[in-house]
């Protein structure tokens, strides 16, 4: 059974540092991940999605890594503004999962001015 | 080409009345999937739907929860009898006909409350 994990569930930054967020999974048999934000009482924003045969991918400051054999992603935010403040959540859908995302709870950044 | 609608964005039912959650996919698209995200939890699966079909309803709590996805139309999520511990927001999502492995675009959410 799949589970997704993501750590830390919380982090605070001052503005312009350089984060890592991290999203582990159990199985590796996987068809994608996907790196989403969520604003308070908001929607989903799909940030980056990465198949399982590529190793990264980026959007502006954001890029993300897929290490599929350790099971593992990581999303790194570069020079992190107040705006980037939100929850972000990593969701993989895999082989054995019949078409359904598995989600982390998610991580929660906080970015001071 | 519009995203994926959802409607009513913010739902209030009192104890025992039924909730109705429409969602109409993006264009051409034929694969719905429905998630529930609960107070301070995170997003979980609940059912996974094709044209007139359920293909995986493994998330779905066995009573007074039920889906659909008409030939024509949204798709709908219906809560029946509702409780206080269904207050959540449901968010769903769809992808293209071509194969359930496509990216999922999500909704914007349909927040329930239940008074």
């Known amino acids: 059974k799949q589970e997704v994990t993501q750590i830390p569930a919380a982090l605070s930054v001052p503005e312009g540092e350089n984060l890592v967020l991290n999203c582990s999974f159990t199985?590796?048999?996987?068809?994608?991940l996907q790196w989403f934000r969520q604003d308070p009482g908001k929607g989903l924003t799909s940030l980056l999605l990465?198949?399982?045969?590529?190793r990264e991918q980026t959007s502006g400051r954001l890029n993300a890594s897929l290490d599929k054999s350790s099971g593992r992603s990581t999303l790194y935010i570069a020079a992190s503004q107040p705006g980037d403040s939100a929850t972000y959540l990593c969701?993989?859908?895999?082989?054995?999962?019949?078409?359904?995302?598995?989600f982390g709870q998610g991580t929660e950044l906080s970015v001071k001015p | 080409n519009a995203g994926v609608m959802q409607n009513p964005r913010h739902l209030v039912r009192r104890r025992g009345q039924e909730a109705r959650l429409r969602c109409s996919p993006m264009?051409?698209?034929?694969?719905v999937y429905w998630y529930r995200q609960l107070p301070e939890e995170g997003l979980k699966f609940m059912v996974y739907?094709?044209?007139?079909?359920?293909?995986?309803e493994s998330g779905m709590p066995k009573e007074r929860f039920s889906a659909e996805f008409p030939k024509e139309g949204p798709s709908i999520l219906r809560i029946q009898q509702v409780v206080r511990g269904d207050s959540a927001a449901y968010f769903c999502?769809?992808?293209?006909?071509?194969?359930?492995?496509?990216?999922?675009?999500f909704g914007p959410g349909t927040r329930l409350t239940v008074l």
């Open positions: 990465i198949q399982s045969s590529q």
């Open positions: 739907l094709q044209k007139e079909n359920i293909i995986d």
């Open positions: 264009k051409g698209h034929s694969h």
């Open positions: 199985d590796s048999a996987i068809y994608n």
């Open positions: 969701a993989v859908l895999g082989v054995n999962q019949g078409g359904k995302l598995i």
């Open positions: 999502a769809s992808s293209p006909p071509s194969s359930s492995y496509n990216e999922q675009f």
